[in-house]
Every structure is written in C-alpha cells, then in structure tokens.
C-alpha cells in the first residue's frame, strides 16, 4: 500500500478520537505521504499541535492568519497542494458543516475550496451517529461524492457500546490508498434500469386510470445510481419530474409500453430496479372517441396487464432485479412472497401505515427485505433512503 508523494490534508477535529489522528499521521507518513494538518481550534484540546506538527514534519494551521505576524494561511493555497483531504476524526458537528457550506475555520474553507478528493472518518456517541440529521448530512456528502470511511462499533467515550467509534488508522489509510489508487466510481461500467412513476391507462382520449405515484422515490434512485457512476435508463411513467442529470430517461405512459421498454433495455443490462407503480389492470377496450355519459351506471370491464416485474425475473439469469412493494396489511408476509414470486434479489417494502412513508412526500420509511432477513431502514430523506438502497445494490454487483 502505497501513498508515495501524495500530499495529503488532514483534518483533525474536536473528538476524544484525535489522539489517534496522531497515529493516523505517522502511519500516512510510513506509506510515502506528505501530510499537512489542519486542526479545527476545538480539537487543539484533544490533541496538542506541538504533537501532530512533529509527526508532520510542518507546523499545524488552525487559524485564518498568524496573530504573531498577520501571515495569511491560504485555504486556496492549501486546497491546490493536495490531492486528497481527509478529515479524521470528523465530529457530527464539522460534517455538518461540511454539508451545509458553512466555513467558519480554517478546515471548512480549505474543504470548500478543494479540488481534490475528500474523505472523512466519522467519530462521535452512538446516538449522535444514528441520529437522522448526522445520517441525512453524510448522505448529503455522499452524493457530493466524499468518501465516507465508516465508524466501526464497540466501545465509545461514553461508556456506551454502538457504532460511532472513529475507524482504526490502519484502515482509514488503507481506504484512502485505495480511492486514490481506484479513481473508478463504484457502478462505473454498470447498465442498470429503474422504472418510476405511474402508468397511465386510457379509457378514451381524454379519460384514464392511473395511481398516486409522484415517481420521486424511482428519480432518487436513478440519481442515486448515476452519481456513482452507473449507466441509468429511467423508464418513466407519468410524473411531473425533471430528468436527473446524467440519466438517460425513457418515457413511456402505459403498463405495455413500459413493459416493452423495459424488455428492450433489459436485453443489455446489467440490473434493473422496478420502482414504477404499474397498472395491474387496463380497459379491455380503449373507445377511440370521447365516451359519452348515458342515463344508468356504466361498467368498464379490465383485463390484466403483464407483469413487468415478473417477465425479467423469469430470465434475470444472473443479473440484479430490485422490486417495491407498497402494502397497507401483513407488510412482511406480502413483501416475502413478490420477492420469491417475481425473483427479486430484494424487495423495498413500504407500509402505507408508516406515518411519513408513501405518496408524494419527501420522507421514506422502508424495509429492506431479501432470502437471507430484512433491514427496517428509519424513516430518512428520499435522497439518503435511495442511498442506502444503492449501498446494497452496489454490496450485490461487487
Ligand atoms: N410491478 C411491475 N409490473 C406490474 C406490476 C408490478 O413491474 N404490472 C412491479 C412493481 O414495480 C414493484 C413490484 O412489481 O416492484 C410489486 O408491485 P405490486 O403491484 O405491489 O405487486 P403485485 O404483484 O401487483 O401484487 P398485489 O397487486 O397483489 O399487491
């Protein structure tokens, strides 16, 4: 493992986790790593600057400028001499900052102004790292592609046990080798399908039967997908939503023409994720003229649409296929049997009886269920619920 002549920034925050920044410093300098520090004015208590500056062999920066003589320390400056910023550890509070662009020191100007990659190794309480606002804040730097080197679980400061304690230096420098080494996005090279939204199934030219389907949970996910590089069809029913950038979007109206979409897209793929709310039923006949309304009741009889699903599942030989189910009654049990049913690897289950689940909203609450258990997710943003279904597609493709 070799970081030979890398110039890497690191970041220390305030977190009991420092002292092991000054491990991490020397283990950097050991794999060829020059290593400037830059230290947030809280974590000059944890660990003391005279510490890491002679591990570092340069002195620490921590304020905008020198108060001795006005000297001016550039974040600019600091920002174009790395080639990666790792901040280790990362407090709740400094990822926070980072996601929300606030830069009032001198570690979040020079994260604001670098180029290069960046990496962060959270370290906080259990409870703080599970927290929705910490979740969503790392989702938010996620998707900006920081690369975030996760905490591991057992025993914290607090005296609690739980996921939260900073990663050993050991594997934080071994990450960072290989994001340096890889440059590769994680799906780079990938095909994958996601269908969403609502089809639409005509009765006459101006009537139709469709669903409540928005289509944000599907356009989170080919989102999701193309930012770590895969390449994204959106099979698209009716949705009033821009097309994510980066994603090549298909659109189609009813059950049919996305299943035949779909069927011509999966040909070439590698994956496909059905988060589309597709007609089970379509009128038997469309009437090519406006239907007229008569005295008594009227019946449309349906017939059946073809499951979407289900077809690519029957010949998915090994390729990926993810479904959704949205449920209001026995969640698990119907959720297990499409899963089994239409083949899926796993299946997003939804409850409509979630408070902040369903249609429409900005919020998901879903269970990740496959042969092997189910995953009950919180109830998190779209964005980073779409994350998270991500991480196992991409824990699935590797
Ligand atoms: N699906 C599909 N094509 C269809 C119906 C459903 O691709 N014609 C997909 C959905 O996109 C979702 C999954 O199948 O990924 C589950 O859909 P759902 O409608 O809940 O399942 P059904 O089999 O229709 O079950 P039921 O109507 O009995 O709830």
């Not at 006949?285 to 017939?303: D, F």
Request: some cysteine; aromatic content about 4%.
């Amino acid at each position: 493992m070799s970081l030979q002549g890398r110039h890497i920034l690191l970041g220390v925050t305030g977190s009991i986790a420092a002292y092991k920044a000054a491990l991490l410093c020397r283990l950097l300098k050991g794999a060829g790593a020059e290593v400037q520090v830059v230290m947030t004015p809280l974590a000059k208590e944890f660990i003391t600057p005279l510490t890491m500056a002679t591990l570092s062999k340069r002195p620490i920066l921590v304020e905008f400028f020198d108060p001795e003589n006005g000297a001016w320390n550039s974040h600019v400056s600091l920002g174009e001499w790395a080639d990666c910023m790792l901040v280790a550890p990362a407090t709740a509070n400094t990822l926070a900052k980072m996601a929300h662009g606030i830069a009032d020191n001198l570690l979040l100007t020079t994260y604001l102004s670098a180029r290069c990659p960046v990496a962060v190794a959270p370290a906080m309480d259990l409870d703080m790292f599970a927290h929705t606002a910490t979740q969503e804040n790392l989702a938010t730097l996620r998707r900006r592609g920081v690369a975030v080197i996760e905490p591991g679980d057992g025993e914290l400061a607090s005296g609690l046990s739980g996921k939260g304690r900073m990663a050993e230096p050991a594997e934080i420098v071994a990450q960072l080798a290989e994001l340096l080494s890889e440059k590769k996005k994680s799906l780079q090279g990938k095909r994958l399908i996601v269908t969403a939204g609502a089809t639409i199934e005509a009765i006459d030219p101006v009537r139709f039967i469709s669903n409540h389907s928005t289509g944000k949970m599907g356009y989170a996910l080919a989102e999701a997908l193309a930012a770590r590089g895969a390449e994204v069809t959106l099979v698209s029913g009716r949705t009033a939503l821009p097309c994510p950038e980066g994603v090549r979007r298909v659109e189609t109206r009813s059950a049919e023409e996305m299943y035949q979409a779909c069927v011509r897209e999966f040909a070439a793929a590698d994956g496909a994720v059905m988060c589309a709310a597709v007609a089970d039923y379509t009128p038997e006949e469309v009437s090519p003229v406006k239907l007229k309304k008569g005295e008594g009741e009227m019946t449309i009889r349906l017939k059946r649409t073809r499951d979407i699903a289900a077809e690519l599942g029957a010949d998915k030989g090994n390729r990926l296929l993810v479904g959704f189910a949205l449920e209001t009654d026995h969640e698990a049990e119907n959720a297990e049997s499409k899963l089994c049913r239409k083949n899926f690897d796993f299946i997003v289950l939804n409850s409509l009886r979630d408070a902040g689940a369903g249609f429409g909203g900005d919020t998901n609450k879903v269970t990740l269920i496959d042969r092997a258990g189910r995953e009950e997710l919180p109830l998190l943003s779209k964005a980073e619920t779409a994350e998270r279904i991500v991480d196992k597609i991409e824990s699935i493709l590797k």
